[in-house]
């Protein structure tokens, strides 16, 4: 009974963590600094990743002209990925900046949040999303997916705030489906 009680008092405190975790992110407003970095982050991604997505062949130009498509994209990707996958990558599992842990914790909690958001991919494409299936499996999206995955920590740990890493997450997965190839890759 006792351990019943422990379990209870446990969750409850989990839960009251990650509520106030969602609060923090989604309230705090980031301010010039933090687009500052964020831009500097995305500057960082695009010089790693353009040119190991185009030597890699990973990578083309293939702009969409269809504005259904272009909408759909632009809207869809800051749903998902965008929101979902930094609620639950970055806000719920890293620590809040707020929370002042230390600095080994948060290492700790940095690479496990990465090795979860790699490994979603390919699993997800295992069993939700089969039309990604090649794309999510391929070594250089898991690499470009990882330091994207660092990208978006980075971002949302300097700020505290979510914005950032959303901004991050939408701009690389937009730029790759309308105008690098990843529409064509995904549906053909």
């Known amino acids: 009974m006792l351990n019943l009680i422990m379990f209870n008092f446990s969750a409850i405190g989990l839960l009251d963590l990650l509520a106030r975790r969602l ?9 010039f600094t933090d687009w500052l970095v964020t831009a500097m982050l995305v500057l960082a991604y695009t010089a790693i990743a353009l040119p190991v997505g185009f030597w890699s062949g990973f990578l083309k130009i293939d702009v969409q002209t ?23 990558f970055r806000v719920l599992i890293l620590p809040h900046p707020r929370e002042n842990v230390p600095g080994l914790m948060l290492w700790f909690w940095g690479w496990a949040s990465l090795v979860l958001f790699v490994v979603y991919h390919p699993l997800n494409a295992l069993t939700f999303y089969p039309i990604g299936r090649s794309t999510f499996m391929n070594p250089v999206f898991l690499l ?16 505290g705030s979510i914005w950032p890493a959303v901004a991050v997450h939408w701009l690389v997965v937009t730029a790759w489906l309308l105008l690098l190839g990843g529409y064509r890759r995904l549906y053909g």
């Not at 923090?24 to 407003?29: P, R, V």
């Not at 498509?69 to 979902?84: A, F, M, N, Q, Y």
């Open 144 to 159: 470009l997916a990882a330091i994207l995955g660092v990208a978006c920590s980075i971002a949302y740990l300097q700020s």
């Open 23 to 31: 609060t923090l992110a989604f309230s705090t407003i980031p301010d």
């Open 66 to 88: 269809s504005w259904p498509t272009i909408t759909g994209v632009l809207i869809g990707c800051l749903l998902t990925p965008g929101l979902s996958e930094e609620v639950f």
